[in-house]
């Protein structure tokens, strides 16, 4: 090795090392008394003082006391005083503190442990590195020191300097609202360097994201990361920078938005050494855009949509997807009783979603919406009370967004989150934005709703509406317009209402018509038009101008109704209200004794339990049964003769009937109409009642013999068997395959034409003379026919006589007669509620259902009733109301039970049938409907077969 390519840690110790073989030769040469040195050794010394003192770094040797023995032109040069005065000075003594104590230390240290020091100082502005050698003796301590000093002081400048400017460079970026990075551009998995905004981006900090080998494939989205990977090693092929937007998520789940750019940064060869770019955090503006962009598809969307619930539930999924919540749920107000109803939820569960289907206006989450404004806070800190469903829920952050229209709250969007216990800021504004498209949109479907209604109904009335511009021109007619005129609905647009007129009003009438609607005022009267057929008609009308919000006159309305046949049925009429004030007689007074007799039977049941077996009380009061059920059937029988009561069908057979009616219209028809009567149907069982087929069979006969008064004539009547199978054309569209029993009326009178056969079965159509009929016959027979779910043709011409043939279904199963009442009487011990009125039935009903083994709770008050069941509801297994009470009735009171507890079973008693049919009971919910008074026993199997019978849904 050359002497220049040794290094100087190389040269001071080899210098050490020269001076301790030199201070041997000295000893040794003391010893031999000579001064001889070996030639080798000292050009080998010549050598190395020279390249020390050649070296620019000051080199001296000094003993354990700080005395120099040597030391080289360079730290003279640095000290300005002449070489040979350093040699045997002592060193501290030109130093000054606190250099002094500094160096000593280090000194004394190299002494005393015999291992190199090294060290820096600084002395009048010069900045030096101290090396100390140990150099050790014969003795094997050490003797001497070897001190190497090199300036560092530009170094220490540029350090300095280095320092300001990374400072300034730290500041500029950490200054910046981005993140700047280096990451490994082979893999880009790691960051090399990160800068302190990554935590306020992604909430973790420069270490963490350095110290995590996976830091940036772990944060990319899962959607964004094959398109973001691609588009890094696009950058490292093209060398294109890379500009994009993509997704990142935080630990917590959070997705950030980041718009990165950054490029590749290679050596001198063109090598890829890795990626460096700057992170803008853009999660608000892509909010933002993304909520401007929910707003107009929203907004778009809702436009086409014609149902509202639908367009709420796409409400409700474009707020939680703006606002990355994941369940809400949109409930209305419902107008009358202003109660929130759920129309649309998501994410929620079944359980919890049943159990706040609706919140009545004085609960507290009601109370919430009325407010008005929106409230966001975490679910447990709402004060509303918790059942269990609602706490397993598990729900944590919570916002209650009202939703309103002009000022009105109309509803109110509810959002939650399970692992959020705040609702954060662009979620709020993300809500209350879609909450007031909701409100638009809600009352938009509202109005729409409320204009087809009113579309629909104004179609749909039976008046006829007309709608003219100012001059009278047709711009509008509904359906009865057109009924009523015969004109088709393109007929009347643009038709001059003028030309209805019939004539039969004066010009006089028409003028002061025109001059009161076109002063604003409303006209109401009578007049006669004219149809399309030249056939006059009486109108009622009232006709009212349209005015706009400037209060001019844009259009006259006008609303007409056809009285013609009104005018003539109110003669007919007076007749009707006749009977009809016998029928309400006889239903109100039906109905008191009925609870009369209910109380009667009852007590008289109980007596009858509590009288010794073969006694005379016994066999009395068994008389009194008799005479009070003998009572309730009289009853029945007075409402079957008002049609007050529900006709009781069982299977009949027909010839019986036929014959014994045949016996009866023979007795008053004259002697011009011969009869014949055949019957030859083998099995003649129908589900019917005699005194229906009496009716029918004598309408038709006594309408055959009116055909035949002048003339005379045979009237034919036959029973036969016919059956329709899948295959066969029956001659009547309601006539289903299966087995009938024909009954036929045949005369050989006047007939009848096309136009009169359409209409024989509408309500007072008649052929006869004025006074000889009403109408109603066959109107009667069709309406017959059509309850025993049968069919009725006619075939007539006229001059030839007419056909009516009545098809009945057969009974091909009888049906199982009512059960003999032998047999234990069925009891339980299910909980009851009875509802009366009439304190008797209630006394008899406690009495009579405890026996059957039930606890009873009975009550004449129909609202304490209410009152009882809503303290303990599930306490119930049944309740009995009566249909006629005071304050409330036995719908009112059924309606209130079944909206605290839709399953509890009911039965409806009553003692008039004219108030509610038994099918409008059964829509109800009502189990089982029964006619006052029953039995106990009758009472007691319908009970069973209440509580035994389970609803199918």
């Given at each position: ?60 040797f000094m003993?354990t ?13 640095w ?9 045997g ?12 104590t ?10 005393l ?75 880009y ?34 959607d ?50 890795c ?37 709420m ?6 707020a ?6 994941d369940?809400?749920a ?6 009358k009783?202003?109660?929130l ?35 966001y ?19 944590r ?11 009105r709250?109309i ?81 009347l ?5 003028r ?8 010009d006089?009438?028409y ?8 002063g ?23 006709i ?41 007689l ?67 057979r027909?010839?019986p ?26 099995s ?14 004598m ?7 009116y ?12 029973l ?9 054309h ?5 006539l ?23 209409k024989?079965f ?25 309850s ?5 043709t ?18 091909v ?7 003999e009442?032998?047999?234990e ?69 059924t ?15 009553t ?23 029953l ?6 199997e ?12």
């Amino acid at each position: 090795m050359n002497d220049e390519d040794k290094t100087k840690d190389q040269l001071v110790g080899e210098v050490i090392e020269l001076r301790g073989r030199i201070q041997e030769l000295e000893r040794q040469l003391q010893c031999q008394g000579t001064a001889r040195r070996p030639r080798q050794e000292s050009g080998e010394q010549e050598i190395c003082l020279t390249v020390l003192n050649a070296t620019e770094d000051a080199v001296f040797f000094m003993d354990t006391q700080g005395r120099i023995v040597f030391v080289n032109e360079t730290l003279a040069q640095w000290l300005h005083v002449p070489h040979e005065s350093l040699l045997g000075a002592n060193l501290f003594d030109a130093i000054p503190e606190p250099c002094k104590t500094v160096r000593k230390t280090y000194v004394d240290k190299a002494v005393l442990t015999g291992e190199v020091q090294r060290f820096e100082d600084e002395r009048e502005g010069r900045w030096l590195e101290h090396r100390v050698y140990p150099i050790v003796g014969p003795d094997n301590t050490v003797s001497h020191l070897a001190v190497y000093a090199i300036d560092i002081t530009k170094q220490k400048l540029l350090e300095v300097e280095l320092r300001q400017s990374e400072a300034k460079y730290r500041a500029l970026i950490e200054g910046i609202p981005a993140v700047t990075y280096m990451a490994d551009v082979d893999t880009y998995t790691s960051a090399l360097y990160v800068s302190p905004q990554i935590q306020a981006i992604l909430g973790l900090s420069e270490e963490e994201a350095k110290a995590d080998p996976e830091f940036w494939h772990r944060r990319l989205h899962p959607d964004d990361r094959e398109f973001t990977l691609a588009k890094i090693g696009e950058a490292q092929e093209t060398g294109a920078p890379l500009v994009g937007e993509y997704r990142m998520v935080k630990d917590d789940g959070q997705v950030v938005w980041v718009h990165d750019e950054a490029h590749v940064v290679r050596d001198d060869t063109g090598r890829p050494l890795c990626l460096q770019g700057v992170m803008f955090d853009i999660t608000e503006r892509r909010r933002m855009e993304d909520l401007a962009s929910a707003h107009r598809d929203l907004a778009m969307a809702l436009t086409e949509m014609t149902q509202l619930d639908h367009a709420m539930a796409l409400c409700l999924d474009t707020a939680l997807d703006a606002a990355d919540m994941d369940c809400g749920a949109v409930y209305l107000v419902e107008e009358k009783s202003g109660d929130l109803h759920l129309v649309s939820w998501r994410g929620l569960s079944p359980e919890f979603v049943n159990a706040v289907r609706f919140y009545p206006p004085d609960s507290p989450n009601a109370r919430l919406v009325q407010r008005g404004e929106p409230v966001y806070k975490p679910y447990g800190a709402l004060n509303i009370p918790l059942d269990d469903v609602r706490r397993r829920e598990g729900l944590r952050g919570l916002g209650i967004i009202p939703i309103q229209h002009q000022g009105r709250v109309i509803g109110c969007l509810n959002v939650g989150s399970h692992r959020m216990d705040e609702v954060p800021q662009y979620a709020r504004t993300a809500f209350e934005t879609i909450g007031a498209q909701m409100g638009t949109a809600i009352r938009r479907f509202q109005a729409e709703r409320e204009r087809l209604r009113l579309t629909r109904a104004v179609e749909e009335v039976a008046d006829a509406v007309v709608i003219t511009s100012l001059d009278g021109t047709i711009e509008y007619g509904n359906h009865a317009l057109s009924s009523i005129t015969g004109y088709a609905p393109d007929e009347l647009i643009g038709k001059d209402i003028r030309s209805f007129r019939s004539g039969k009003q004066d010009d006089l009438f028409y003028e002061e018509l025109w001059a009161k609607i076109a002063g604003g005022q409303t006209w109401t009267g009578r007049y006669q038009n004219r149809k399309k057929s030249g056939e006059t008609f009486e109108c009622e009308a009232t006709i009212s101008p349209v005015i706009d919000d400037r209060g001019r006159i844009v259009n006259y309305i006008g609303i007409a109704r056809d009285i013609t046949q009104e005018l003539k049925f109110e003669e007919r009429l007076r007749q009707s209200e006749k009977m009809d004030a016998i029928g309400n007689l006889a239903g109100g007074i039906a109905h008191d004794f009925n609870n009369i007799l209910a109380a009667i039977i009852g007590f008289t049941e109980l007596s009858i339990d509590d009288a010794p077996e073969g006694s005379l009380i016994k066999r009395n009061m068994t008389n009194v049964l008799k005479a009070g059920i003998r009572g309730r059937d009289l009853v029945k029988l007075i409402l079957s003769f008002s049609r007050k009561s529900d006709v009781k069908r069982a299977p009949l057979r027909l010839a019986p009937v036929v014959e014994e009616t045949f016996k009866l219209l023979r007795a008053t028809t004259p002697s011009t109409v011969a009869m014949e009567l055949q019957t030859h149907a083998t099995s003649d069982e129908v589900l019917a009642d005699s005194t229906e087929i009496s009716q029918l069979l004598m309408n038709l006969g006594a309408n055959a013999v009116y055909a035949m008064r002048e003339q005379g004539g045979l009237l034919e009547i036959a029973l036969h068997d016919i059956e329709f199978n899948p295959d066969s054309h029956p001659p009547h569209q309601d006539l289903a395959p299966g087995a009938y029993i024909e009954l036929s009326v045949k005369d050989t009178g006047c007939g009848m034409d096309a136009t009169t056969k359409h209409k024989i079965f509408e309500p007072f159509f008649t052929t006869k003379e004025r006074g000889q009929g009403t109408g109603l016959g066959l109107a009667v027979v069709h309406g017959i026919v059509q309850s025993l779910q049968g069919a009725i043709t006619v075939s007539s011409e006229p001059g030839r006589g007419s056909t009516f043939t009545v098809f009945l279904p057969k009974v091909v199963h009888k049906q199982k007669v009512q059960a003999e009442m032998v047999g234990e009487i069925p009891g339980g011990k299910e909980c009851i509620l009875f509802v009366d009125d009439e304190e008797p039935l209630v006394e008899a009903a406690r009495e009579m259902l405890g026996r059957l083994g039930y606890e009873v709770v009975a009550t004449t008050d129909s609202t304490q009733a209410l009152d009882i069941f809503s303290g303990e509801p599930h306490r119930f297994h049944l309740v009995i109301t009566d249909y006629t009470m005071p304050d409330m009735t036995g719908v009112g009171l059924t309606k209130d039970l079944m909206r605290i507890r839709p399953d509890i079973p009911i039965i409806l008693c009553t003692g008039y049938t004219e108030m509610i049919s038994r099918d409008e009971a059964r829509a109800m919910g009502i189990r089982e409907f029964v006619m006052k008074p029953l039995v106990k026993r009758e009472m007691a199997e319908t009970i069973r077969r209440v509580l035994d019978t389970k609803i199918l849904s």
